[in-house]
C-alpha cells in the first residue's frame, strides 16, 4: 500500500501543508520504516516495520549532538570553546560548513550547523576534539547507545554517511530522541533553528515541516542512497508531545507526507491508530 493510500485508509485528510509525491516510482524498494512514540511515557502508538536493521543516514548525528551536549554540560566544552577543523573533517562529502582544514569555529556555532543543515564535516571535527579521532569517537556513540537502551544499533561513524554508517531501526531512533528531549531540553532548541548564516550566505534547515505542522519543533533528517529518506521528528501539543521516526521513504516528500500524518495520528483517538506491527 502506498503512503498516500495508507494516509487515506486511517480516515485522515492529507495536510494540506505539505505536497503529495506527484508520481510513483514503479521500482520495487524495501518497505517503509515507522514508529510513532508518546515523548512522556514511552509508549508505541503506532508502528511498522520499526525492528527493520536500516542505515542511519544523518540521524546518526543525533547520537554525534548528544555527546556534544553531554560534554558541555560537564563542562569538557564551552559555548565558545573554539573548534579546530581536522584534515579528516574537511574530507567528508556534503553536506558540509565548508570550513578549511585548520580554520576554527565557534562550539555553539558549529553544533547549529550540525544540527540545521546536518554538516559532515563540522560533525567528524567534533568527534575528533571530544575523543582524538573519529574511531574513539564511534566507540563512544555505541556505549552511548547501549546505555540508554538503544539495542539494535551499532554506529560506524559520526556523520551516517556510506558505506560505514552502521545500522539502527526506527525503534532506537525513536528511543534516542526521546532521550535527547528529556535530558537535554535546554539544547534540544537547536533543531527549531530555522536558518543559520555562514559567510553572507544564509542556509535554511533541512527540516522542511517546521512551521508546518503544529507544534513541531525537531529533530533530524537523513538521506543516503542506501537509507533513503529519514526524518524523526518531535511536536507538542498543550502537554503532550509526540515523536515520529520514518527511515527509508523512497522521496522526501513522501517523507515528509508520512511524517507530517503520521504526528496527527500519533494525537489523534486510539481508535484511529492502525494495529502496532
Same mark, same amino acid.
Given at each position: 500500500?502506498?503512503?498516500?493510500?495508507?494516509?487515506?485508509?486511517?480516515?485522515?485528510?492529507?495536510?494540506?501543508?505539505?505536497?503529495?509525491?506527484?508520481?510513483?516510482?514503479?521500482?520495487?524498494?524495501?518497505?517503509?520504516?515507522? =514508529?510513532?512514540?508518546?515523548?512522556?511515557?514511552?509508549?508505541?502508538?503506532?508502528?511498522?516495520?520499526?525492528?527493520?536493521?536500516?542505515?542511519?543516514?544523518?540521524?546518526?548525528?543525533?547520537?554525534?549532538?548528544?555527546?556534544?551536549?553531554?560534554?558541555?554540560?560537564?563542562?569538557?566544552?564551552?559555548?565558545?570553546?573554539?573548534?579546530?577543523?581536522?584534515?579528516?573533517?574537511?574530507?567528508?562529502?556534503?553536506?558540509?560548513?565548508?570550513?578549511?582544514?585548520?580554520?576554527?569555529?565557534?562550539?555553539?556555532?558549529?553544533?547549529?550547523?550540525?544540527?540545521?543543515?546536518?554538516?559532515?564535516?563540522?560533525?567528524?571535527? =567534533?568527534?575528533?576534539?571530544?575523543?582524538?579521532?573519529?574511531?574513539?569517537?564511534?566507540?563512544?556513540? /555505541?556505549?552511548?547507545?547501549?546505555?540508554?537502551?538503544?539495542?539494535?544499533?551499532?554506529?560506524?561513524?559520526?556523520?551516517?554517511?556510506?558505506?560505514?554508517?552502521?545500522?539502527?531501526?526506527?525503534?532506537?531512533?525513536?528511543?534516542?530522541?526521546?532521550?535527547?528531549?528529556?535530558?537535554?531540553?535546554?539544547?534540544?532548541?537547536?533543531?527549531?533553528?530555522?536558518?543559520?548564516?555562514?559567510?553572507?550566505?544564509?542556509?535554511? /534547515?533541512? /527540516?522542511?515541516?517546521?512551521?508546518?505542522?503544529?507544534?513541531?519543533?525537531?529533530?533530524?533528517?537523513?538521506?543516503?542512497?542506501?537509507?533513503?529518506?529519514?526524518?524523526?521528528?518531535?511536536?507538542?501539543?498543550?502537554?503532550?508531545?509526540? =515523536?515520529?521516526?520514518?527511515?527509508?521513504?523512497?522521496?522526501?516528500?513522501?517523507?515528509?507526507?508520512?511524517?507530517? /500524518?503520521?504526528?496527527?495520528?500519533?494525537?489523534?483517538?486510539?481508535?484511529?491508530?492502525?494495529?502496532?506491527?
Amino acid at each position: 500500500m502506498s503512503i498516500v493510500s495508507r494516509v487515506v485508509a486511517w480516515g485522515l485528510p492529507l495536510l494540506a501543508a505539505v505536497s503529495a509525491p506527484s508520481s510513483v516510482d514503479a521500482a520495487p524498494r524495501a518497505p517503509v520504516s515507522d =514508529i510513532v512514540m508518546d515523548a512522556g511515557t514511552g509508549e508505541v502508538l503506532e508502528s511498522e516495520n520499526a525492528d527493520r536493521a536500516r542505515p542511519p543516514a544523518s540521524l546518526a548525528k543525533m547520537m554525534t549532538l548528544l555527546l556534544a551536549f553531554e560534554a558541555l554540560d560537564a563542562g569538557e566544552l564551552k559555548p565558545g570553546t573554539m573548534l579546530r577543523m581536522t584534515a579528516a573533517g574537511e574530507r567528508q562529502q556534503p553536506s558540509r560548513l565548508g570550513l578549511r582544514r585548520g580554520r576554527s569555529i565557534r562550539v555553539d556555532a558549529a553544533l547549529r550547523a550540525v544540527a540545521v543543515i546536518s554538516a559532515n564535516d563540522i560533525a567528524v571535527a =567534533i568527534g575528533d576534539r571530544l575523543a582524538g579521532s573519529e574511531r574513539a569517537f564511534v566507540a563512544r556513540m /555505541n556505549a552511548r547507545a547501549r546505555a540508554i537502551g538503544m539495542t539494535d544499533t551499532r554506529f560506524g561513524n559520526a556523520t551516517g554517511l556510506a558505506p560505514s554508517a552502521g545500522r539502527t531501526t526506527a525503534r532506537d531512533m525513536a528511543i534516542l530522541a526521546r532521550h535527547l528531549i528529556r535530558a537535554e531540553p535546554r539544547h534540544y532548541r537547536l533543531f527549531s533553528t530555522r536558518s543559520i548564516s555562514w559567510e553572507g550566505r544564509s542556509r535554511p /534547515n533541512h /527540516n522542511k515541516l517546521l512551521g508546518k505542522v503544529a507544534g513541531l519543533d525537531g529533530l533530524k533528517t537523513g538521506y543516503t542512497v542506501e537509507a533513503g529518506f529519514n526524518l524523526a521528528a518531535s511536536a507538542k501539543r498543550g502537554a503532550r508531545r509526540v =515523536i515520529v521516526v520514518v527511515m527509508g521513504a523512497p522521496s522526501a516528500s513522501e517523507r515528509d507526507l508520512l511524517v507530517a /500524518n503520521l504526528m496527527e495520528v500519533g494525537f489523534s483517538e486510539p481508535r484511529l491508530r492502525r494495529p502496532r506491527r
